[in-house]
């Protein structure tokens, strides 16, 4: 699904862990859908610091863009 789609920015943050008390440091990666019923749609993903890898970050904007095309085709 990569050609649906191109990362615009991804930027290091720390946010309120979501499993505990604590922070947790993350990429918040953006993305814009290029192609299909939602194109021009802006969205974000956000992958823990150690799982910031190219598979990671693409599976999850994938999988995002996915449901966002179900929803934009309606």
């Known amino acids: 699904m990569g050609d649906k789609w191109h990362v615009v920015s991804q930027v290091q943050d720390t946010e ?4 505990g008390p604590g922070f947790s440091h993350v990429w ?3 993305y814009m859908v290029d192609n299909g019923p939602a194109s021009g749609t802006v969205g974000v993903v956000r992958i ?6 190219d598979e990671t970050v693409r599976n999850a904007i994938d999988a995002a863009v996915y449901h966002i095309d179900e929803v934009g085709g309606l």
Do not use: D, L, N
Request: glycine share 0%.
């Open 48 to 53: 823990p610091v150690a799982q910031h890898t």
């Open 28 to 30: 918040v990666v953006k």
């Open 16 to 19: 309120i862990s979501e499993t």
